[in-house]
């Protein structure tokens, strides 16, 4: 099991940046990838950058060269800057993990609100 704690959202005024944290804990050593999610309201829920096993980081066209995910040891970060209107959802953490009996899972955060306001 991995479990994730995220922190780090808030109110910001266009064109301002935040960074958020994921924490995982549990069993860090069958993470196979991690990544960060958003849903804003009525909308389905995307995904906004992905971090696997390898290394390599894949991100929403939209968010290009405004965010930067990054992971060290057991925290997920992302960096946002530039932040515009359009980015106002609840961010979530999200990882891909392999169980005891070798079953991919994923496990969610709680999510934390983003506001981009002025």
């Known amino acids: 099991q991995v479990q994730l704690v995220e922190s780090g959202g808030g109110l910001v005024q266009p064109g301002g940046s935040l960074r958020l944290s994921c924490v995982a804990s549990?069993?860090?050593?069958?993470?196979?990838?991690m990544g960060w999610y958003r849903q804003a309201p009525g909308k389905q829920r995307e995904l906004v950058a992905l971090?696997?096993?390898?290394?390599k980081i894949n991100y929403l066209h939209r968010v290009e060269g405004r965010f930067t995910a990054a992971r060290y040891k057991s925290t997920l970060y992302l960096q946002m800057t530039s932040l515009k209107p359009e980015d106002t959802a609840v961010y979530f953490c999200?990882?891909?993990?392999?169980?005891?009996?070798?079953?991919?899972?994923?496990?969610w955060g709680q999510g934390t609100q983003v506001t981009v306001s002025s």
């Open positions: 549990g069993n860090i050593s069958s993470i196979t990838a």
């Open positions: 971090i696997t096993h390898g290394g």
């Open positions: 999200n990882v891909e993990y392999y169980s005891d009996t070798l079953d991919i899972l994923t496990s």
